[in-house]
């Protein structure tokens, strides 16, 4: 099956720095990724909708200036999390779908961030 | 407004129990009904999708549109199918999954 690989698969940074975290389709082109947020013990929580070669789609109640989102490219997708604080410790995940009707979803393995 | 709603947060059965995990969802068309599983330490991947109405390790998942539900049966649970499972649904076309909150299951031997 398709592959998306997520990385890293977890980092550690202080508070007020950024990460950025990359979303790779590595075998099909995926114009259109999703942005999901896990925190323990409860299910995945949609932020964004990111599109190759123009803007991001947020959810309501994400913050865009926060988690910014840049899909330059066909197979890559970044989020970056800017000015980190410990409540953004959480758990992230991308997906890609293949193009057309009736598709599965394909899931990189996670970010786990922890700012400390 | 799109919504999962799976009930049970844990269902635990015995090795060779049949299995129900419950899933409704609210959505105003035609949706797209999955279930994912993720089983420890590893990523979220499908289990089956109501489209193609197969069945996978002996799962099956039925889409009655009067009940507006989707649930996953197994007639005999294994113990390697303790796992966490995700009902979603998506509309159609390369629009994202709405996850319910899922359902931990634990098959005890």
């Known amino acids: 099956g398709a592959v998306v690989s997520q990385h890293p698969s977890w980092v550690i940074c202080k508070s007020g720095t950024s990460v950025k975290i990359e979303c790779r389709s590595l075998d099909f082109q995926a114009t259109t990724m999703f942005w999901y947020r896990q925190f323990p013990k409860q299910s995945l929580m949609l932020m964004a909708t990111s599109n190759e070669g123009s803007k991001a789609t947020y959810e309501q109640g994400v913050e865009k200036d926060k988690f910014l989102i840049n899909h330059a490219s066909l197979t890559l997708s970044t989020l970056t999390v800017t000015s980190a604080h410990p409540e953004d410790s959480s758990f992230y995940i991308c997906s890609a779908r293949f193009q057309g009707l009736n598709t599965e979803a394909f899931f990189g393995q996670g970010t786990r961030l922890t700012v400390v | 407004a799109q919504r999962v709603t799976q009930p049970e947060k844990l269902l635990s059965v015995f090795k060779g129990a049949p299995v129900e995990l419950k899933c409704n969802y609210s959505?105003?068309?035609?949706?797209?009904l999955f279930w994912y599983v993720q089983y420890s330490r590893q990523r979220l991947q499908l289990l089956l999708r109501h489209i193609s109405r197969e069945s996978i390790k002996g799962f099956t998942a039925d889409l009655n549109k009067g009940e507006t539900s989707f649930h996953l049966k197994k007639p005999f649970a294994q113990e390697e199918d303790s796992a966490m499972y995700y009902c979603?649904?998506?509309?159609?076309?390369?629009?994202?999954?709405?996850f319910g909150k899922g359902t931990r299951l634990s098959v005890i031997a």
């Open positions: 979603a649904l998506s509309g159609p076309g390369n629009t994202p999954l709405v």
């Open positions: 959505y105003s068309g035609s949706p797209e």
